[in-house]
């Protein structure tokens, strides 16, 4: 993913065409290249100093033209000026660099005399004096490995033959055999081995040298890993000591040949689907486990070491999918980082194992190749973010309503509902009469009240007298947490809880709040209602003196309340021929377009002195905000002067209604006449969709009419 120059800051366009000025042999001069003719080393971008060891070509191996570009001829990247700068200070191009890495480049640039520097731009970095060319590295090569300087081991085309009969053939290469092929414990001085099979050690033809070390000089044992290009030549060797003990810390741990190129470990056994996920482990062993099991094809080994061979990625280009088995430590996570840089974020994913560090932990402890595969197939399918879900995988919950008395009212089972109210309104009456009802279900659980009323006082003699089932009821008058509400639902099987008010049920905080209230009950909902099939009953206050227009807008507290529940409830008294009644008003419903006023009888209840009971009277015609006595639904003109001209009349046909309006209400007719016809006649159509009005056909005649009017 290439990144546009001009966005990293510090108008960046003008002090790279300043860089690019000097040439590339000018920013070769800058880091110190060896600059012959048209030609420099080393390259900044694999590390190669000469053209070719083999054909001792000694060469530099960097060649650029006057047109200002550069390319190796030994790892074919390649760039401009200001890419070889990038490649000498983080082993990545320009374009690939983060935004905070563009000014440590614009520094460093600027410490050699290569751009200019701009007082609003800091303290000017102190300049630098160009390092001495390197030196043409000799091309010796030693007659047997052994013969070294206390280094590494020198490349032979010979050694790998050599390597593969020493660790088949010689007796005193056991400790090698045992470390590659032994289980945990069975290494060398109780070390783990590796658990690879022999089949695995000679298709990768693994090989064991006995080398001195480069620090003690003192002979020791490495197991030899072949580097090959991608067409299966061995081009470097890589040497990994062989362990002592467990924990051994003894360096240096791996070496290998000097000036010969690092290919990518598996490269030569990538496979041709190019939709096929690539596995990049973080070592070659990793790669040979990976192999025992089961992944056979397209695993590389590339993750180790500094920086993230350019090369490695133009190698991998073709490949679409790529899966970084990360270890699961520091290094690990470093290493993936590197990686992801390297090679793009937009087609690599990061995976782990699960309960083991890396893929040779894994066949160390044997675990089933199915898990392998179906953890590096989900880390290329990531889970949604938290929220969300793919349609397979939804289990749908089926709307299960508990119906209440005979006239239509329900809960949403599993979910939160409400009643709202002003206070003395008898919400907490009718929520005791559906508690009570719910405890004589036979296949209902316990009902849980959480009040902040004194519940000996009035919740508890409520019920009681209500002929409540009292061992199916539980009292409360604190605030819970969840894990407590939790008890309750495994341990005393509560499926009903009502909480007087709604705000006393959980800790919120500030119950003004919308996040805070929808971050603690959407964790209500999710950890107890959904799972168990738990429905709340909360009661709501409203605020006084409201001219909000919504029995949503005048609960007291965050929105929030409104916007979880399913079911919402509108409660007020109403007052006619001496009796006192409770509409009870559907204001919500998430699961039906049906909306029903309930009207209830206020009677005295027996045996209590100041406690009523709520007894059904049938449905009404009443408005959720006409319920609660605020302002009305509707404040429109046309629609007031409609409701009070079919009041009390058996209905008029439309006409005849717009008729009457010229004459009683000419402001109707305003400026443009035909507009506000087309406007009265669309009123009309909002009250029948409101069920306010009705309509019928009278012979020739179709009329509308009040729905509560007499005679209809």
């Not at 107890?528 to 005048?554: E, S, Y």
Request: hydrophobic content about 35%; proline content about 6%.
């Amino acid at each position: 993913m290439h990144r546009d120059h001009s966005q990293n800051g510090h108008r960046s366009s003008t002090w790279m065409d300043e860089v690019k000025g000097h040439g590339v042999d000018g920013v070769g001069r800058a880091i110190g290249a060896r600059i012959k003719g048209r030609s420099l080393g080393p390259c900044p971008a694999c590390g190669a100093e000469v053209r070719s060891t083999r054909h001792r070509d000694r060469r530099p191996p960097v060649t650029f033209g006057p047109q200002g570009g550069w390319r190796c001829i030994r790892c074919d990247v390649g760039g401009d000026a200001v890419d070889l700068a990038s490649y000498h200070q983080f082993r990545r191009r320009a374009s690939e660099l983060e935004r905070e890495e563009y000014p440590r480049l614009r520094e460093w640039a600027t410490s050699y005399g290569l751009c200019s520097w701009e007082e609003a731009d800091g303290p000017r970095p102190a300049p630098r004096k160009p390092p001495a060319p390197a030196k043409v590295p000799k091309l010796e090569r030693a007659p047997d490995s052994r013969a070294t300087t206390g280094g590494p081991p020198l490349y032979r085309a010979d050694l790998q033959d050599e390597a593969i009969a020493r660790l088949w053939d010689d007796a005193a290469a056991a400790p090698v055999r045992t470390y590659l092929m032994g289980g945990k414990g069975e290494g060398p001085g109780g070390a783990d081995g590796r658990a690879l099979s022999e089949a695995c050690l000679r298709a990768w033809r693994i090989g064991a040298l006995e080398h001195p070390c480069p620090r003690s000089g003192e002979p020791v044992w490495w197991v030899v890993i072949p580097l090959w290009r991608e067409h299966g030549d061995a081009v470097n060797y890589k040497f990994r000591r062989l362990p002592t003990g467990p924990g051994d810390t003894q360096r240096p741990k791996y070496l290998t040949c000097r000036g010969r190129d690092m290919p990518l470990f598996g490269g030569c056994n990538l496979g041709n689907d190019l939709d096929a996920p690539v596995v990049i482990t973080e070592g070659e062993l990793d790669v040979l486990a990976m192999w025992d099991l089961g992944w056979t094809l397209s695993v590389v080994s590339g993750t180790t070491g500094d920086h993230w061979d350019g090369r490695w990625s133009q190698q991998l280009r073709p490949y679409s999918r790529i899966v970084v088995l990360a270890d699961g430590d520091e290094a690990g996570a470093r290493a993936a980082e590197r990686t992801l840089k390297g090679l793009g974020r937009d087609r690599v994913t990061v995976a782990r194992l699960p309960d083991v560090k890396d893929a040779g932990e894994a066949l160390l402890e044997a675990m089933d190749p199915a898990l392998l595969r179906r953890t590096i197939e989900e880390s290329m399918n990531p889970p949604m973010p938290a929220g969300f879900q793919r349609g397979t995988e939804i289990e749908e919950r089926p709307i299960v309503m508990l119906p209440f008395g005979h006239r239509g009212l329900s809960l949403s089972q599993g979910d939160i509902n409400l009643l709202v109210a002003r206070p003395g309104n008898l919400k907490s009456t009718l929520a005791t009469q559906w508690a009570v009802e719910h405890s004589h279900r036979c296949d209902a659980g316990r009902v849980l009240f959480v009040s902040e009323e004194d519940y000996s006082k009035a919740t508890r003699p409520r019920f009681r007298l209500m002929d409540g089932n009292l061992e199916r009821a539980i009292f409360g008058s604190r605030t819970l947490a969840i894990d407590e509400l939790r008890y309750f639902v495994e341990r005393e099987d509560v499926d009903l809880i009502i909480a007087d008010p709604m705000p006393k049920l959980v800790d919120l905080g500030d119950t003004n709040s919308n996040d805070a209230v929808r971050a603690a009950f959407e964790d209500l909902q999710r950890e107890l209602l959904f799972p168990h099939g738990v429905t709340v009953l909360g009661l709501m206050h409203v605020a006084k003196n409201t001219q909000r227009a919504t029995v949503l807008d005048q609960m007291l507290g965050a929105g929030a309340f409104g916007q979880l529940a399913r079911q919402v409830y509108a409660l007020g008294r109403a007052e006619e021929d001496e009796a006192t009644f409770v509409d009870v008003a559907d204001e919500k419903h998430s699961y039906s377009a049906q909306r029903a006023t309930v009207r209830h009888r206020v009677l005295p209840l027996e045996g209590a002195c100041g406690l009523v009971r709520l007894v059904e009277e049938g449905i009404v015609t009443r408005t959720s905000a006409e319920v609660m006595g605020g302002r009305p639904a509707t404040t429109d003109p046309i629609i007031a002067w409609l409701v009070e001209a079919l009041r009390g009349s058996s209905g008029a046909t439309r006409s005849e209604l717009w008729s009457r309006a010229l004459q009683e209400r000419p402001d109707f007719l305003g400026n443009n006449p035909k507009e506000k016809r087309s406007t009265f006649f669309r009123r009309i159509k909002d009250l029948l969709k409101d069920e306010r009005l009705d309509e019928a056909t009278d012979g020739s005649r179709t009329v509308v009419f009040l729905r509560d009017s007499a005679g209809r």
